[in-house]
């Protein structure tokens, strides 16, 4: 499995992107995470392989959606509202997690590459 995080790109607060992980398989659990500088790498979302049920962050609900098409294999992240405290690397990563370890990145076996979120006015 080869992850591809595309998407990123600098926008204003307030601003809105899409963030895209293409080749994540229907039947893996799939979790967007990210990593600011001089930070440890943080749980923002995932949707599970099984039943497709969503998670989010605290800092992130009601402003981010996760989704999945199954017929393209890819995994979308839409982040509206965007703050500059959301500016980071993203990552998804794909996986077969239990539901309490979704927020670790250890659980997870395959990552993208990283797509850099910079949120500035």
């Known amino acids: 499995v080869q992850l591809q995080a595309s998407g990123g790109g600098l926008v204003q607060p307030g601003g809105s992107l899409r963030l895209s992980c293409a080749a994540a398989a229907r039947t893996l659990t799939v979790g967007w995470f990210r990593q600011a500088p001089g930070k440890d790498r943080e749980f923002v979302a995932a949707?599970?392989?099984?039943?497709?049920?969503?998670h989010y962050t605290d800092s992130v609900k009601g402003r981010f959606t996760i989704s999945r098409d199954n017929a393209k294999n890819t995994v979308y992240l839409q982040m509206n509202s965007l703050k500059p405290e959301d500016t980071a690397v993203y990552y998804c990563?794909?996986?077969?997690?239990?539901?309490?370890?979704?927020?670790?990145?250890?659980?997870?076996?395959?990552w993208g590459q990283g797509t850099l979120v910079t949120v500035s006015s």
């Open positions: 949707i599970r392989g099984s039943g497709g049920s969503t």
């Open positions: 990563a794909a996986g077969r997690p239990i539901l309490s370890s979704l927020t670790m990145p250890s659980v997870y076996n395959y």
